[in-house]
Structures are given as C-alpha cells and as structure tokens.
C-alpha cells in the first residue's frame, strides 16, 4: 500500500503545475467588468464564483481533466519504477508478456484496460456535457 501513496504522490507532484497553469490561463481570460457588473447588482463572492468564475472555468477545467486522463491510463514508466511491484494493469500487462511469457494474456489484460478506457472517456464527456448544461442555464 505504501508504494502506490508514494506513486500517486509523485504523480501529482509532477502533474500539477501544468494542470494549475492551465486554470491560472481560464482566470486570467475572465475581465473584471463582469465581477464589477455583478458586484453592481448586489452579487457576493459566493455568487460571482457560481454565476461567473465556475461557468467561464469550463472549458479549462475539462482540459485538465481530459488531459488527466489521457496521462492517467497511458502511464507505465512513472509507477514501474516507483511501485513496481504493485498489480497496476501497465505493470500487470508486462508482467504477464515478460515474465509469464504470455503474450495471450497480456493482450487481454491489454483489451480490458481498453475498456476501462472507453467507459471512463464515456463516463468523463457525460459529466462535463451535464456540468456545462447545469452551469451555462442559468
């Protein structure tokens, strides 16, 4: 267990100043005058970050979030090293190719991770099409 906290602390040590530079890029697109405007009409913070942060944050956050992903799934060297060791399906499949000298089997813990791929990617656009719906209604 120890070694998949440490793989995973890594990870986000070395992925989050392009994930924070990619938010920082969204904030710096939204003009004051909105948050002036709002704050005319009587907004507090609370209501200028629903009303207009969060919305205009969109489309920065589901960069983040895809490119996440995509950095999620195809990562094999960062937790080999790290958490070798560990059943990771990366490490799992070239375990079973090298050491089981089964390629048979690696192809198929290579077809489930596919799977689990195209149900998260499904499950990832269904949320942030509902999270867009739900923030640009209003």
Request: with cysteine; hydrophobic share 55%; proline share 4%.
């Amino acid at each position: 267990m120890f070694s998949l906290g440490v793989a995973m602390f890594g990870k986000v040590w070395r992925d989050m100043p392009i994930s924070m530079l990619i938010i920082l890029s969204g904030l710096q697109s939204i003009t004051k005058d909105q948050y002036e405007a709002a704050k005319t009409m009587g907004a507090g913070a609370l209501q200028q970050f629903k009303y207009i942060t969060l919305p205009l944050l969109i489309p920065a956050i589901s960069t983040v979030l895809v490119l996440r992903s995509i950095e999620m799934w195809k990562e094999f060297i960062f937790p080999f090293i790290l958490a070798g060791s560990y059943p990771l399906l990366g490490t799992l499949i070239d375990r079973a190719y090298h050491e089981w000298n089964s390629a048979t089997e690696a192809a198929t813990i290579g077809l489930i991770l596919l799977f689990c791929i195209i149900i998260f990617t499904t499950f990832l656009f269904y949320i942030l099409s509902w999270l867009r719906r739900q923030l640009v209604k209003i």
